[in-house]
């Protein structure tokens, strides 16, 4: 029997991680492809980070200075064990933050919202990887969909390898999703204001992945998507809400007039986007150094919550206060700006 050198054992352990990384990039590189020129028409520089041997468990884009990076680190894929199929989904997603398309996040519209970027991800993305990238789904897979799962792929005459591959790479993604889901199952939960600037809960984030297979592949054959199972789910999209929603092209990373407060609410009046908070006294206030917010400007003109009014009239609050399109608006997160 032949035996291997430590010198031999290292060549075979280098030449395993550049096959492992080469694997990764190629897999990367046939999802981003369709949309390069969409990316790098973004910014004035575009950096894709590919890295399979960090343990960071990151999949993530980001928009600074009119430079676009997106990052994809191998722990991420091997944390929880997904497939390249499942992979492909998660790379789709960090595209839709850049490409997706409306609804993005509020005010600002720096991104597509996290749900939308989920749409995208399974609606338009991941049908043009199965294009270049084919495979058979094994029986061992199917075990994972109940009956009902599984004749979503026979009607209306949809590609069914192709639907069940998706379903099995959903199913597979979602061991990522902190909280209870399951490819079998729907959430019950019903929004009042489009979810803009948050994830969606597990469950609804697995439904709006398989409402947008279930679509692109509709309209692969031709056909809508105006069945209840291939919309946006209600679980985070409220198509009123949103219609009713002012939207603006981002212009860019900028100092935005900000200050923080702490103070006492007066009115308060429902929004499609959330709320607006008309301010009755403010006891502290303390403007930013670059781009200041007055508080005679906070007192004119109050501000506006989105999603879920967490304030009610004649209540303490405290927080951020940021001015947009000449617009403020309370706690904004500053990934997001």
């Known amino acids: 029997m032949q035996k291997l050198t430590l010198s031999t054992l290292i060549l075979l352990s280098s030449f395993s991680s550049f096959a492992s990384q080469s694997k990764f990039e190629n897999l990367i590189n046939k999802v981003i492809s369709p949309y390069l020129n ?38 991420f894929k091997r944390k929880f064990n997904l497939s390249d199929d499942a992979y492909a989904i998660t790379v789709c997603h960090e595209v839709g933050h850049l490409v997706g398309g409306y609804p993005k996040v509020y005010p600002t519209q720096k991104y597509s919202a996290e749900a939308q970027s989920d749409y995208f991800a399974t609606s338009e993305c991941i049908q043009k990887y199965f294009e270049k990238v084919s495979r058979e789904v094994s029986f061992d897979e199917l075990i994972l969909l109940d009956k009902t799962q599984r004749e979503l792929c026979q009607n209306e005459g949809l590609e069914s390898n192709n639907c069940l591959r998706g379903l099995i790479a959903i199913a597979n993604l979602s061991n990522a999703y902190n909280g209870v889901k399951s490819i079998n199952k729907y959430s019950d939960e019903y929004v009042k204001v489009t979810n803009y600037n948050d994830y969606p809960s597990a469950q609804c984030r697995v439904d709006t992945l398989r409402a947008g297979l279930l679509c692109g592949l509709a309209q692969n054959e031709g056909n809508n998507c105006e069945s209840s199972d291939k919309v946006r789910p209600k679980c985070w999209y409220h198509k009123e809400s949103d219609e009713l929603t002012p939207r603006w092209k981002y212009e860019g990373s900028q100092d935005l007039p900000e200050a923080q407060i702490m103070g006492e609410t007066g009115e308060v009046t429902p929004k499609p986007w959330g709320c607006h908070v008309e301010v009755s006294d403010i006891s502290f206030h303390a403007a930013a150094y670059f781009a200041p917010l007055s508080e005679y400007e906070i007192m004119t003109k109050g501000f506006d919550i989105i999603g879920p009014c967490v304030l009610k009239k004649n209540s303490d609050f405290s927080g951020a206060i940021t001015k947009v399109k000449g617009r403020l608006f309370y706690n904004i997160n500053p990934t997001d700006k």
Do not use: T
Not at 58 to 72: D, E
């Open 38 to 75: 969409q990316l790098e028409n973004i910014g004035d520089e575009l950096d894709i980070d590919i890295n399979w041997k960090s343990d960071h468990p990151n999949a993530s884009v980001s928009m600074k200075k009119n430079r676009v990076v997106m990052s994809f680190h191998g722990g």
